[in-house]
């Protein structure tokens, strides 16, 4: 792929660059997405009716036992090369920031050391009522009722993740606002635009005159935003840009 001289300058000129990543970038790891995840024993069940907490409140059950499958899927899977592209920016810009939509962790396990997750993380478990944090494991060693229970007040335990109807995590979604204060340069990557408010995220990063970058196979709405619009993965077009911008470090 050939890419645009001015970005490459800017890139290598950038201070603070932050990436935004969507389902996309992991399905290239083999998790599906939120709304293919419904197959098999699942197919009859809608994601809204699963995800909600008015659902686990009706049948913690089986909403406990779809996260618990998907959670699997998550442990199973592995970085992929954009994943550690965007891993290996940090040794070639001064600082780097991950915004991520995604619960499953792989940036963290591809080797970037600042990770904000907008929707929580598939693979912590908290306390439905008190909040509290709870050892998934340690539980599940000692307690088989499901959903566990929390070792606190009694509680049952759930996903540490966002449902719909609930709010940002206010730390997260903090911390993502002074990261648009602040980055040079925005990677827009494998998101669809759909789910606010994280989607308005790239429009907030354009309206602050920051430079815009999508990477994704298809159009979406952020085409509109970004100055460049790199069609394609990520695992495939993040190493070339790397390798194209910092061809004198290895990258």
């Not at 935003?225 to 390798?243: F, T």
């Amino acid at each position: 792929m050939l890419f645009d001289f001015v970005l490459l300058d800017k890139l290598r000129d950038a201070r603070h660059i932050a990436i935004f990543s969507g389902a996309g970038m992991s399905a290239e790891s083999g998790i599906p997405t939120f709304r293919e995840a419904h197959t098999g024993l699942w197919a009859k069940y809608r994601p809204e009716d699963l995800a909600t907490p008015d659902a686990f409140l009706r049948d913690p059950v089986t909403v406990w036992n779809w996260y618990a499958w998907r959670r699997e899927l998550v442990q199973q899977a592995q970085p992929n090369p954009g994943h550690l592209a965007v891993a290996r920016l940090e040794a070639l810009v001064p600082k780097v920031t991950v915004i991520t939509q995604n619960v499953d962790g792989l940036h963290q396990r591809a080797g970037s050391s600042d990770v904000i997750e907008l929707h929580g993380s598939i693979l912590e478990t908290r306390c439905f009522d008190c909040g509290q944090p709870a050892d998934i494991a340690a539980v599940a060693a000692t307690d088989r009722e499901v959903p566990p229970r929390c070792r606190h007040c009694g509680g049952m335990l759930r996903p540490g993740v966002v449902w719909f109807g609930e709010s940002l995590p206010s730390d997260a979604w903090s911390r993502a606002a002074e990261v648009l204060d602040d980055a040079d340069v925005f990677f827009c990557i494998g998101t669809s635009s759909l789910v606010e408010p994280a989607a308005s995220l790239p429009r907030h990063a354009r309206s602050c005159g920051r430079t815009v970058i999508q990477i994704n196979p298809e159009a979406t709405s952020h085409d509109e935003i970004a100055q460049y619009i790199l069609r394609g993965k990520a695992g495939e077009v993040m190493p070339e840009l790397l390798s194209a911008a910092w061809s004198n470090h290895g990258a």
